[in-house]
């Protein structure tokens, strides 16, 4: 008998704590399959965005404000979704802020992590009117502390290390949405080739799942394995494991019914401003 070709399947995400724990037990062969052999590689989400019209590779991390860019290539997966209930990407200041938030940042230049950024689109859904500079996420903190910008907009670890920094919440639009929505706040999810054969995304879609389900199972083993992802945070495994847990929960195993409409709904809005020219085909692959 004939040994089966083993496939190479390259998956690209971002090099921080909640995504190296879902990817754990896959990158460690505890998730094991006799057709895939898997090859990491870690960029930020704003590379990803900017290289994902590039098709370089297989399974990739995308923001969805940058995904209707790529659904003709790329499809959504069910699972490995970043998702907050009532938390998300913060408006940060050097100075505590008095007035409300909308009038204390119309009109001012605030430092944001990239342009296609979910964190980006929710911040022109909550605010129209402002200026806005690209800044590499894991420095916008370091220049509002030294004052070359008022504003920040913060995503990944920084919403749990501003405050050790001296800096001040202005809006988390996490809870703004939530509010506004009732729903969880979509963030960023996975995609995959669509030119891949179904039966082969449907079981990388279920070995990532997998992958996912293993971490949450295994929190306490798995933490101190990624905790030297979480820059800031690595000397806390209490604080690594709260990240952990803000980004790598039921939604990421799977989106469900409520976080496929928070999805839609972000894209409804989206369209309604402008922000996107049509609304994606959301035919998520499930295993």
Known sequence: MLKTEVKKITIAHSPDADDAFMFYALSKGIIKSDKFNFVHTLKDIQTLNTEADSLIYDVQAISFFAYPNIQDKYQLMSCGGS???????????????????????KGKTIAIPGEKTTAFLLLKLFLKDFTPVVVP??????TVKAGKYDFGLIIHEGQLSYEKHG?????DLGEWWLGKTNLP????GNVIKRSLPEDEKKEINSL??????YGINNQSSVVPEVSNYARELESSNELV???VSMYVNDFTVDYGISGKLGIKKLYE???KEGLIKE???LDFIDS
């Open 269 to 271: 809005l989206a369209l």
């Open 185 to 188: 706040v979509p963030l960023g």
């Open 241 to 243: 494991t709260k990240f």
């Open 167 to 171: 800096l001040h919440k202005v809006v």
């Open 208 to 213: 990532i799942k997998q992958s996912i389900e």
């Open 137 to 142: 996420f894991d420095e916008i903190i370091d």
């Open 83 to 105: 998702l907050g209930n009532g938390y998300g990407p913060m408006v940060i200041s050097k100075e505590k802020i008095t007035t409300d938030e909308i009038s204390a940042l």
């Open 279 to 281: 609304i994606p085909v």
